[in-house]
Antibody, heavy 121, light 106 residues
Framework: QITLKESGPTLVKPTQTLTLTCTFS??????????VDWIRQPPGKALEWLAL???????RYSPSLKNRLTITKDTSKNQVVLTMTNVDPVDTATYYC?????????????WGQGTLVTVSS | DIQMTQSPSSLSASVGDRVTITCRAS??????LNWYQQKPGKAPKVLIS???SLQSGVPSRFSGSGSGTDFTLTISNLQPEDFATYYC????????FGQGTKVEIK
């Protein structure tokens, strides 16, 4: 059974750097054909895809946020970390991490519960 | 980057209705299209991958079709538990979600 859980601060001040950790179990990020994505959802709004990291350490970022995001993995700890620099109130959202698999097409088959991050002074 | 446009943004339907949601990509994505269902306060759940492949455990009243730029999610015989927001997502080039379609009770 795959489980993921997001953790990090609930409140961040504008211009600060946000660091979120996804701790997972039930799979290894060193196994071929596996990835972990980060997605966010502002209150009452749509899902926005942010970044992903593959088992081989290949990384992809949302073009609109690429300059502010960094995704890394620690295979020994079963964790993926997302950092976002220079946060703004518009970055207030629930942040999800999700397990990504491919059957020819990559899709997100297991999600964490999400963590709400508020950006406010 | 690829943009995904869903229509309608919301719809009202009754139990037993047949509902169709459309998703259009800004460029061809072949069959690299997934559909998710999200209920309030919950994480999304994948319903269909690769445009038409029903995920294990998902009721057969859900179906997907399409290829290239135009895709459809159909819910036949709408059930009370189907009232939710539905998102399409492309995985042809990085990832992009549509803006969502909220299915409400009529």
């Amino acid at each position: 059974q795959i489980t993921l859980k997001e953790s990090g601060p609930t409140l961040v001040k504008p211009t600060q750097t946000l660091t979120l950790t996804c701790t997972f179990s039930g799979f290894s990020l060193s196994t071929a054909g596996v990835g972990v994505d980060w997605i966010r959802q502002p209150p009452g709004k749509a899902l926005e895809w942010l970044a992903l990291i593959y088992w081989d350490d290949d990384k992809r970022y949302s073009p609109s946020l690429k300059n502010r995001l960094t995704i890394t993995k620690d295979t020994s700890k079963n964790q993926v970390v997302l950092t976002m620099t220079n946060v703004d109130p518009v970055d207030t959202a629930t942040y999800y991490c999700a397990h990504s698999r491919s059957s020819g097409v990559w899709y997100l088959d297991s999600w964490g519960q999400g963590t709400l991050v508020t950006v406010s002074s | 980057d690829i943009q995904m446009t869903q229509s309608p943004s919301s719809l009202s339907a009754s139990v037993g209705d047949r509902v169709t949601i459309t998703c259009r990509a800004s460029q061809s994505i072949s069959g690299y299209l997934n559909w998710y269902q999200q209920k309030p306060g919950k994480a999304p759940k994948v319903l269909i991958s690769a445009a038409s492949s029903l995920q294990s455990g998902v009721p057969s009243r859900f179906s997907g079709s399409g290829s290239g730029t135009d895709f459809t999610l159909t819910i036949s015989n709408l059930q009370p538990e189907d009232f939710a927001t539905y998102y399409c997502q492309q995985s042809h080039s990085t990832r992009t979600f549509g803006q969502g379609t909220k299915v409400e009770i009529k």
